[in-house]
């Protein structure tokens, strides 16, 4: 072989393992992960939504359209559409005393909400119908409507959280349960603290991503996850920066999950 090719190879050989190393800088954490729908169009195989982590598939019911997410692609949802997830045991939050839920989003709308009651209630991704926790919107609470809310007895409910998004514009929005409190995080910044009354409780493992049986959210989402146990502000951080996983769990090869998007 001509030295030149040789040294072809060894060049892309070298950048290939750069890209590699960067990516895997900016990956998700997997300790504790139970959960995660990237929404992505290679995950979505007519109505049936892949956990690219676990076993807990979905189903979506509605209509929905797929779009460019912040990571590689999105889901857009219309308030009445939603990825309905049974769960497994993974998901059984029950009498647990930690627990962290994220995902990107991007409000359709300044009041991003169809729901039973004015303004409330979009949920972006929950265990609403269960009576566990919600990460979600509630038009009701002014100046903090994006909020994440906890069973027993619905805590945080009344605007636990952090103001409504810009339309248009994507926003990154972590519920954690630890230590005795609850905390919520905007784009990997903590913005609010509560005392909580634990331990959690849920009667199952339904899970809802975009729509419960209280309303539903009008935008984007993408890249949802969730842990068994609570993320701390470091890690918090780190999947805010994540570009989701350059190898799966399922043992697929797996692209750089994506540019992110603007």
């Not at 992960?33 to 169009?41: E, I, M, T």
């Not at 991704?125 to 919600?134: E, H, K, L, T």
């Not at 929005?173 to 913005?191: I, N």
Request: aromatic residues 10%; negative net charge; proline residues 2%.
């Amino acid at each position: 072989m001509p030295e030149s090719s040789v040294s072809r190879i060894i060049l892309v050989f070298v950048i290939t393992v750069f890209m590699c190393a960067n990516v895997a800088k900016a990956e998700l954490i997997e300790d504790g992960l139970v959960g995660y729908w990237s929404l992505d169009a290679n995950t979505t195989d007519g109505k049936n939504v892949e956990d690219v982590w676990d076993d807990n598939e979905g189903t979506i019911t509605g209509d929905y359209k797929k779009a460019v997410g912040r990571v590689g692609d999105a889901m857009e949802f219309d308030g009445l559409t939603s990825v309905d997830i049974p769960g497994t045991d993974s998901l059984n939050f029950n009498g647990e005393d930690e627990l962290t839920v994220a995902a990107w989003v991007n409000a359709g709308t300044d009041d991003p909400v169809v729901g039973v009651v004015v303004g409330c209630c979009g949920t972006i991704v929950a265990q609403r119908d269960v009576n566990g926790w919600a990460l979600r919107y509630d038009g009701r609470n002014a100046g903090l409507e994006m909020e994440f809310i906890v069973c027993p007895g619905w805590q945080g409910d009344g605007g636990f959280g952090t103001s409504r998004l810009e339309v248009g514009e994507w926003h990154h929005l972590t519920g954690v349960v630890g230590d005795g409190k609850m905390f919520f995080y905007l784009d990997g910044e903590l913005v609010n603290e509560m005392t909580f009354g634990g331990p959690i409780s849920t009667a199952g493992t339904e899970t809802e991503i975009g729509h419960a049986n209280d309303g539903g959210f009008i935008g984007l989402i993408d890249e949802v996850v969730i842990y068994d146990r609570a993320l701390s502000e470091e890690e918090v951080m780190q999947i805010y920066l994540a570009e989701g996983f350059a190898v799966d769990s399922k043992g697929k090869l797996a692209v750089c999950w994506g540019e992110i998007k603007k």
